[in-house]
């Protein structure tokens, strides 16, 4: 009976915190702003699919337990890593008498409402691709497929958390830097899809050819989960010191990324408080484990140019350079944009040192912009790589090369200009809530400023792209620079008002 009050009582706890911070005590109302999100994406897709072909029960659960599972995982790897391990109240739970098993149970369990929630969408929407006679016992019964997948994906996702932080406790800092990646190039796709329709006749063509190796595939992911229900009921002890053991061995590293430090010479571009803070960004940067991680991205990012080079090459010269364009910047985005997007986020309190020593509004603003330089030069290199794969001609290369590395010193405007507006003070203290080490939080997005500049960033990297390479009338092109000159101004004036609020009335 204890156990069960200890149960309801951290699900309780979760819940509460919840909805604190994304309703009753957030300025932006973001839950409800991603809840409207959330159906005006299902209402989309629904209207994209009213001429879609009708598919066999088998085939769309197939494919509903496939998404189910893989999002739940995915879900528990970027999100539950930092309630589990990073929240510093975290410890406070452990030197308790609560049993660490019961803390892994509660978070699925809080899961449950937005898990039902989500669960009730994707039904919705794949119930749209069954035969009109089977849809009013099958759409429920896709619902409760959705919400079983995802609950033992959840718990598929905490065995895999928890053995691999006890494992190599070193693999946190790599979550933090390779998950929002994921999810960002998730969402750039699901962009893609809702503006130029949704492959749907492929995709079907692809379960049906593979719907026995899907289900291997969803096997696999499933039996850890239905391992971890087992030994959260048979073994909860067992469980739970596997889970504590992680953590003690996870404070270890964040207490020994708080007090790191390195020494090195100061490597200020310019001279006074402007180079000061680029330097102090560029030390802060090349100390930091995770800005070696994101080279995997980067290189990732080429090595994919070698093998997709052909394949743009054998696309019309219209489209070519708009997709070398493309491809060249959306690696430099998202290999390094997320560390832009949060350089004031990761400053955290230490945003009180500029305000008492009177650093002008305006320094920071460039200082920040400076120091974000190197995202140009990623920007020309990886455009020229996609450029010289493709086949193309020195010429071209240096003209795709150039335009790229100016539209990146662009995506560093945005990405800055666009984070300072949306500094939240709030957001500092939740942030000095968690127990997470420098070099994790200092490039870890959070927060609406920061999500708010990589969507901008986003929105100008496609007009960027067919501006600098659509063969479009000379007005049609001029007016699409005109919009990206407007972005970066706005991007900066707004910026440097918000810090200008910010540090000379400390609201």
Wanted: a positive charge; one cysteine or more.
């Amino acid at each position: 009976m204890a156990s069960s009050h200890t149960t309801r009582a951290l699900v309780r706890s979760i819940l509460q915190e919840k909805w604190n911070q994304s309703w009753r005590f957030n300025k932006w109302k973001l839950g409800l702003w991603l809840k409207l999100a959330q159906l005006f994406v299902v209402v989309w897709i629904v209207l994209l699919l009213r001429d879609a072909s009708v598919y066999s029960f088998s085939l769309v659960v197939s494919f509903i337990l496939l998404l189910s599972v893989f999002l739940s995982v995915l879900d528990i790897f970027g999100k539950q890593e930092g309630q589990l391990y990073s929240d510093r109240f975290m410890q406070f739970v452990h030197i308790s008498a609560c049993p660490p098993a019961h803390v892994l149970l509660a978070f699925v369990i809080a899961e449950l409402p937005s898990k039902a929630f989500t669960s009730l969408l994707t039904a919705i929407v794949l119930s749209n691709l069954l035969p009109y006679d089977i849809v009013v016992w099958a759409a429920p019964l896709l619902f409760l497929i959705s919400l079983f997948a995802g609950l033992i994906g959840d718990l598929s996702g905490l065995l895999m958390l928890v053995i691999l932080v006890r494992v190599m406790p070193a693999i946190l800092g790599a979550i933090r830097a390779v998950i929002p990646g994921i999810i960002i190039a998730l969402l750039v796709y699901v962009v893609y899809i809702l503006s130029n329709g949704i492959p749907i006749e492929a995709i079907g063509l692809l379960l049906q050819e593979y719907q026995a190796r899907i289900y291997l595939v969803i096997g696999m992911l499933m039996f850890p989960g239905i391992g971890m229900l087992i030994a959260l009921w048979l073994a909860p002890l067992r469980i739970g010191a596997l889970y504590r053991d992680g953590w003690r061995e996870a404070s270890k590293r964040f207490d020994a990324g708080k007090n790191a430090s390195s020494q090195s010479r100061w490597p200020a571009l310019m001279s006074g408080p402007i180079g000061a803070i680029q330097a102090k960004e560029w030390l802060q940067l090349r100390r930091n484990r995770i800005t070696y991680v994101r080279l995997l991205f980067l290189a990732a990012g080429l090595i994919a140019a070698f093998f997709a080079g052909p394949i743009i090459a054998a696309q019309d010269d219209s489209l070519r350079m708009v997709i070398v364009l493309a491809a060249g910047l959306l690696v430099a985005l998202l290999s390094y944009g997320e560390v832009l997007a949060a350089m004031f986020v990761g400053e955290g309190r230490n945003m009180a040192f500029y305000i008492i020593s009177g650093t002008h509004p305006g320094h920071l603003l460039l200082g920040k912009m400076l120091s974000g330089m190197p995202l140009g030069g990623i920007s020309l290199a990886s455009t020229w790589v996609f450029a010289l794969f493709s086949g193309m001609s020195i010429s071209e290369q240096i003209h795709a090369a150039v335009i790229g590395g100016l539209l990146g010193i662009g995506m560093i405007v945005i990405l800055i200009g666009v984070s300072a507006v949306g500094i939240n003070l709030s957001e500092f203290d939740k942030g000095d809530e968690k127990q997470t080490s420098s070099e994790v939080s200092e490039q870890l997005p959070s927060g609406v400023g920061s999500w708010l500049g990589i969507g901008v960033a986003l929105l100008y990297w496609m007009i960027g792209s067919v501006a600098g390479g659509a063969d479009l009338p000379n007005w049609v092109t001029y007016l699409f620079v005109a919009v990206l000159i407007m972005m970066m101004i706005l991007a900066y004036v707004l910026g440097n008002s918000r810090l200008w609020k910010l540090m000379l009335r400390g609201k």
